[in-house]
């Protein structure tokens, strides 16, 4: 992926643009031009904030305020990280974010594998009535049920509570489908083998299908981590007090307090973003086949 | 073994062991509970109290279709209705026009194409809440990156958020900057299920680009155009989040969307729940009848 493709696919490709008279494809038209700068210059909207913010986190308050604008900081200390660990819980932020995002993960794989199972390996009375549900379920986002499920995770007593965070949105839709449509190409021959063999309707799910599973799995849990890490409006609304927020919690909250030094909110969202980012380079190919074959977020 | 497996064969259907019979409800039950609890039953839900006010969120008042004359009675209601529209269709537009843009330019270009994608989708990743802030800090009329970028060609301060129209172009501006790479990514991987063969064919016919982007690329592509208008209009009709940093909803109002109009008439005080459930139910109406024409247009579009 990071690797340039072959040259002679991608030439090939890249004929139909090009006077099919001429043999030598290296001449440069107006067109290419054009397009490289296009796309250059959305290149350059997209990474310059993130460039900024990271840029901006180095900076003192004065350097922030100076008018003209500097753009490199002066020195590159990590004041401001140390600083924002220091002051208003961060680590409890930190810590917040890091355990809803794992707790949540782990949950909606489990589940959201085991549903996926049940509805693409077995014959019952139901099943397509309950894939069906599931679908259309992708079509009621939280904002428009935000009031009757706060009234579910209250009546429960998981307001102000990780578990309030963790385990309402676990069961998404959007997991069971990938996972489903993954496992409707695992040969129903080598279920049915291990049951000839003796093994357990679980145990057959968990030691032959789950591994098989591996780069759906994969998929589902990328894009847990990334919902979950960036969530807003539901810790918002169930992180009431400091000790449960997350980070895009706090941020926002202190940000709109306008009390925090602006340099240590650019720190915090540096933390905030940096982690992901890690992931997409780590895991870029799964990331984008995954979503380019789901189309669903 | 041949003894074991014909006396398999022979036994009916119904004599599935209880295990395996059992085995798939058991397998979906944890998924479906929680699901239940919290999607499914709050969605229904969602409808029984719209028709109940409350002013702290435990003790409930009958209301019957009250809440819904009230709201739609109610001028500040309409004013964030329009905004949100506002803010959908210029969200929608540019999504898919700029999304098509990217992804046609990027899938011809030969050199850095991984590059350029990856690029693209780097705002995808970013906490909205964080994006919100920074927007906010770089649109500063006084000294904000924007406005010293243009200060050098001589452009004088812009009032970015502070004017009510152009705060509403800026928020849109950077709900796109959010999703872009993502839309972008859904139409990439629909070009590049065209066959190739058929641009080849053009190309010896003599088609022109333009005429090829039009009467091929377009048409070709629209399945994943499809996916991606559906899914800009239901994200349009639910941003929330980036907004919160960016704006606050303000200036006067100018940028609040529906769905801060529920959160804070649903959960900061003087809590109207009756308001905040009522206007969940019309946006879930809407979002619901919009996304069905959609299917209904788009399918229609691609059998003809």
Redesign the interface.
């Known amino acids: 992926?990071?690797?340039?493709?072959p040259?002679n696919r991608?030439?090939?490709?890249?004929?139909?643009?090009r006077t099919?008279t001429t043999t030598g494809t290296r001449r440069v038209t107006a067109?290419d031009a054009l397009?490289?700068v296009?796309?250059s210059t959305?290149?350059l909207?997209?990474?310059?904030?993130?460039v900024?913010?990271l840029l901006?986190s180095f900076k003192t308050p004065a350097e922030l305020a100076a008018?003209?604008?500097t753009i490199l900081p002066e020195n590159w200390g990590l004041e401001n990280y140390t600083d924002a660990l220091g002051r208003f819980n961060f680590t409890v932020y930190l810590r917040n974010s890091v355990i809803v995002t794992i707790g949540a993960t782990v949950l909606t794989l489990?589940?959201?594998a085991?549903?996926a199972?049940?509805?693409a390996k077995?014959n019952?009375r139901g099943?397509t009535g309950?894939f069906l549900?599931?679908l259309a379920?992708i079509?009621?986002?939280l904002?428009?049920?935000?009031?009757?499920?706060?009234?579910?995770?209250?009546s429960m007593g998981m307001v102000n509570t990780l578990w309030g965070l963790i385990?309402?949105?676990?069961?998404t839709?959007t997991g069971?489908f990938i996972l489903r449509q993954y496992m409707l190409g695992i040969p129903d021959e080598l279920i049915e083998a291990a049951?000839v063999d003796g093994s357990?309707?679980?145990r057959t799910?968990v030691r032959i299908v789950l591994p098989l599973c591996r780069p759906a799995l994969a998929v589902v849990a990328i894009l847990s981590v990334?919902w979950r890490?960036?969530d807003?409006?539901w810790p918002?609304?169930v992180a009431q007090s400091e000790s449960v927020y997350t980070?895009?919690v706090a941020?926002?909250r202190f940000?709109?307090e306008e009390t925090v030094p602006?340099n240590l909110?650019?720190a915090m969202?540096v933390v905030?973003?940096v982690p992901?980012?890690l992931l997409?380079l780590v895991f870029?190919r799964q990331?984008?086949t995954g979503?380019?074959?789901t189309?669903?977020? | 073994m041949t003894a074991l497996t014909s006396d398999k064969a022979q036994s009916p259907r119904r004599a599935k062991p209880w295990?395996?019979?059992l085995?798939?409800?058991?397998?979906?039950l944890?998924?479906?509970a929680?699901?239940g609890?919290?999607?499914?039953?709050?969605?229904i839900?969602?409808f029984n109290?719209s028709l109940y006010s409350s002013s702290d969120?435990r003790r409930f008042r009958w209301e019957g279709l009250g809440n819904y004359q009230r709201i739609l009675t109610d001028s500040e209601f309409w004013g964030i209705a329009l905004n949100t529209v506002l803010f959908a269709v210029g969200y929608l537009i540019l999504s898919v026009t700029?999304g098509v843009?990217?992804a046609v330019?990027?899938n011809?270009?030969?050199?850095?194409?991984?590059f350029?994608?990856?690029?693209?989708?780097?705002?995808v990743?970013?906490?909205?809440?964080?994006?919100g802030?920074?927007?906010n800090?770089?649109l500063e009329r006084?000294?904000g990156?924007v406005n010293?970028f243009l200060g050098l060609f001589g452009v004088g301060d812009i009032a970015w958020l502070i004017d009510q129209r152009l705060a509403l172009l800026c928020v849109i501006g950077v709900g796109v900057?959010l999703q872009?790479?993502?839309y972008m990514?859904?139409l990439?991987?629909g070009l590049q299920g065209i066959d190739?063969n058929v641009?080849?064919a053009?190309?010896i016919d003599g088609a022109s680009?333009w005429r090829?982007f039009w009467s091929m690329t377009l048409p070709l592509l629209q399945p994943?155009v499809l996916?991606v208008v559906i899914?800009s209009t239901?994200h349009g009709f639910?941003a929330?989040?980036f907004i919160?940093?960016l704006t606050?909803g303000g200036p006067v109002g100018a940028t609040t969307l529906i769905?801060q109009y529920?959160?804070e008439n649903?959960?900061v005080s003087p809590i109207r729940?009756g308001l905040?459930?009522a206007g969940?139910?019309l946006?879930?109406l809407v979002?619901?009848t919009l996304?069905v024409i959609n299917w209904i247009v788009g399918r229609r579009r691609e059998a003809a």
């Open positions: 992926m990071t690797a340039p493709a040259t991608q030439s090939r490709k890249d004929t139909p643009g099919w067109t397009r490289v296009i796309l959305f290149v909207l997209a990474l310059i904030p993130v900024w913010t901006g008018r003209p604008i489990t589940i959201n085991m549903a199972y049940g509805l077995y019952f099943r309950l549900l599931t379920t079509m009621i986002p904002q428009v049920i935000l009031i009757p499920v706060y009234q579910v995770v209250a385990i309402p949105a676990a069961a839709p069971v049951r357990g309707e679980f799910f990334m890490w960036n807003f409006l918002l609304v980070l895009p941020l926002a940000n709109a602006f909110i650019l969202s905030t973003i992901v980012i997409f870029q990331i984008t979503i380019a074959n189309g669903i977020k | 295990g395996l019979r085995a798939p409800y058991l397998f979906l944890p998924n479906m929680i699901f609890a919290f999607t499914i039953w709050p969605a839900n969602g109290i969120g700029l843009l990217l330019l990027g011809q270009q030969r050199r850095g194409r991984a350029f994608r990856a690029a693209f989708f780097v705002p990743l970013i906490s909205p809440v964080v994006a802030l920074v927007w800090w770089m006084r000294g990156l010293s900057w872009l790479g993502f990514l859904i990439l991987a190739p641009y080849e053009a190309q680009r090829q994943s996916v899914l239901i639910q929330f989040d919160f940093t606050g769905v529920i959160y649903g959960f729940y905040a459930t969940s139910v946006l879930f979002v619901f996304t």
